[in-house]
């Protein structure tokens, strides 16, 4: 499979050496213009709970503010995703507001989407 973006890396599971999930940062199309990227991940349901979003997340944190030299990065998630809420709040972002039935899902659902954003600075003083 081809890879367009680079700022995409494959979640491997040490114990096993099993790709158990992904994490990017790509386009922040809400804010043209800055230094910014957007952060996306996706685990596999049998490694939840184990702490292992929330250290991807911290390391590609780094990678964006310091390799990267982003300014800020953002987040969502769905509302009612409890455990994403908890790692992006775990990992310092700051909550920006809700956009009410903002992403309209493959079935035709609308879900609300909570947003989020951590700046280099903030990044810093929290760790």
Not at 30 to 49: A, D, E, F, H, Q
Not at 57 to 63: D, F, H, N, R, T
Not at 64 to 88: A, P, Q
């Amino acid at each position: 499979m081809f890879i367009k973006d680079i700022n995409t890396f494959a979640i491997v599971y040490k114990e096993n050496n099993k790709v158990i999930g992904s994490i990017n940062l790509g386009k922040d199309n809400i804010r043209p213009g800055v230094n910014s990227k957007y952060l996306g991940y996706v685990l596999s349901k049998n490694y939840w709970g184990l702490g292992l979003m929330t250290e991807c997340v911290k390391k590609i944190l780094e990678y964006g503010f310091f390799t990267l030299n982003l300014d800020i990065i953002s987040v969502s998630h769905f509302k009612e995703n409890i455990r994403s809420k908890r790692v992006i709040e775990k990992c310092g972002f700051v909550y920006e507001g809700t956009f009410r039935k903002s992403s309209l899902l493959y079935n035709g659902t609308l879900k609300d989407k909570c947003f989020y954003s951590l700046d280099k600075i903030e990044f810093i003083n929290n760790n």
